[in-house]
């Protein structure tokens, strides 16, 4: 089963700052990784698949970067909307499809 | 646009079972494999199962396998978890959602179990 971690745990930004939240595989995923943001009370959305394609209607703000097991997302300016928790999640070996723990991006 | 419909959730005793359903709409259903993903109380995302297109191909996360059913009606456009020996550790809110090319693309709104005596 290949292991995500993610850091940091919580991540404090003002609004109009740039965030960077990383993601780290226990062995090569290739390209195949997502990102998604959840907000309290509503489900994951998709941000970000194929470690830096941005899924339909994604504000161009968010960005991935990264390959093998190496990972980034970054929102070059935070907007009010954008604090909430983002995942990643491998699916190049599968089962199971493994998530990170997540990262918080909270308002400083 | 896709629509992912949760429902059968509820409070449950340990041991016991639960039928979730999930309800799609807005993609051709028969044609995309769907997931089952859980979320504690407080906690993260942890992928439970998924059933392929056809329903030929299921698979089970540990924590779950020999407890837990994973199937569809591709008629109703429906797919549902027959979860049976309940234990308190499966108290989450349980997300139907939607493959595209491995990939997780979209997500119901949840239903949440609590599993108590």
């Known amino acids: 089963e290949i292991v995500m971690t993610q850091s940091p745990a919580t991540l404090s930004v003002s609004p109009g700052e740039r965030a960077t939240l990383s993601c780290r595989a226990s062995?090569?995923?290739?390209?195949?990784l997502a990102w998604y943001q959840q907000k309290p009370g509503q489900a994951p959305r998709l941000l970000i698949y194929?470690?830096?394609t941005r899924a339909t209607g994604i504000p161009a703000r968010f960005s991935g970067s990264g390959s093998g097991t190496e990972f980034a997302l970054t929102i070059s300016s935070l907007q009010s909307e954008d604090f909430a928790v983002y995942y990643c999640?491998?699916?190049?070996?599968?089962?199971?499809?493994?998530f990170g723990q997540g990262t918080k991006v909270e308002i400083k | 646009q896709v629509q992912l419909v949760e429902s059968g959730g509820g409070v449950v005793q340990p041991g016991r079972s639960l039928r979730l359903s999930c309800a799609a709409s807005?993609?051709?259903?028969?044609?995309?494999?769907m997931h089952w993903v859980r979320q504690a109380p407080g906690k993260g995302l942890e992928w439970v199962a998924v059933?392929?297109?056809?329903?030929?191909?299921?698979a089970y996360a540990d924590s779950v396998k020999g407890r837990f059913t994973i199937s569809r009606d591709n008629s109703k456009n429906t797919v549902f978890l027959q979860m049976n020996s309940l234990r308190a550790e499966d108290t989450a809110v349980y997300y139907c959602a939607k493959e595209l090319k491995q990939l997780v693309d979209y997500w119901g709104q949840g239903t949440l179990v609590t599993v108590s005596s």
């Open positions: 194929g470690a830096s």
């Open positions: 059933i392929s297109h056809d329903g030929t191909y299921e």
């Open positions: 999640q491998q699916y190049k070996n599968w089962p199971p499809w493994t």
């Open positions: 062995q090569s995923v290739s390209s195949s």
């Open positions: 807005g993609f051709t259903f028969s044609t995309y494999g």
